[in-house]
């Protein structure tokens, strides 16, 4: 059973518009939510994370938000630029009891930037 | 500062035949971490270092799959026998703690014939 769903395979944006990308889990346990984003034969790269005290934390273009209530997290790209193409995956891990799982992550989502 | 280096990045073998995959985590990382790929799919993860200890390898196929990590740096995975659905890239990732986000490697692109 997938705890951690990206249910969007793929998303196509305007350059220069907003890319919003959605995430929604199931373990009320999580407390720790991830953004990584992969291009092609390259590992995942680290963007930006939120631990379940907040509702929101921004980098740059990249903001992510937190509904801990509605068990959805969702990362905003402002604005989208050609080489934010590529696919981003959702991530989320337990970090109470003095240590953390590894990552659960979902099956990512394909966001394509239109010229 | 260097990142995370795997290697090697590919590596194709018959079903049956033994395969070994390297990791050199990022200077001071003290938590390294196995994942394994399938194809449309997220990462998955396999064992969890901490040091040289492994605290959590409740997803490892323990009857073929098998990590150390000695002197809690450099850290090997390996598959005796490989079967066709071993085919997968598997990632090495590390942090410099169990609550620190987790930089990966490039992966090793494990293809069983």
């Known amino acids: 059973d997938q705890q951690v769903k990206q249910n969007s395979p793929s998303l196509s944006v305007q350059e220069g518009r907003i890319s919003i990308l959605n995430c929604d889990y199931t373990n009320s346990m999580f407390d720790y939510f991830l953004w990584y984003k992969k291009y092609p034969a390259e590992g995942p790269t680290f963007l930006i994370s939120i631990s379940s005290i907040k509702d929101k934390n921004e980098d740059g273009r990249f903001t992510v938000f937190l509904n801990k209530s509605a068990k959805h997290l969702s990362l905003h790209i402002v604005p989208s630029q050609p080489g934010d193409s590529a696919v981003y995956f959702c991530?989320?891990?337990?970090?109470?009891?003095?240590?953390?799982?590894?990552?659960?992550f979902g099956k990512g989502t394909h966001l394509i930037i239109q010229p | 500062e260097a990142g995370v280096v795997q290697s090697p990045r590919y590596k194709i073998i018959e079903k049956k035949q033994p395969v070994a995959f390297w990791c050199n985590p990022i200077?001071?990382?003290?938590?390294l971490y196995w994942y394994r790929q399938n194809l449309g799919q997220g990462p998955e993860l396999l064992i969890r270092?901490?040091?040289?200890?492994?605290?959590?390898d409740s997803q490892l196929p323990k009857d073929r799959f098998s990590a150390e990590r000695l002197k809690g740096v450099d850290s090997t995975l390996k598959i005796q026998p490989a079967e066709l659905g071993d085919s997968a890239v598997y990632l090495c990732?590390?942090?410099?703690?169990?609550?620190?986000?987790?930089?990966f490697g490039p992966g090793t692109r494990l293809t069983v014939l």
């Open positions: 991530a989320a891990s337990v970090r109470t009891g003095g240590g953390a799982d590894g990552l659960t």
């Open positions: 200077s001071g990382h003290n938590t």
């Open positions: 990732a590390s942090s410099l703690g169990p609550t620190r986000p987790q930089f």
């Open positions: 270092y901490e040091n040289e200890e492994a605290v959590d």
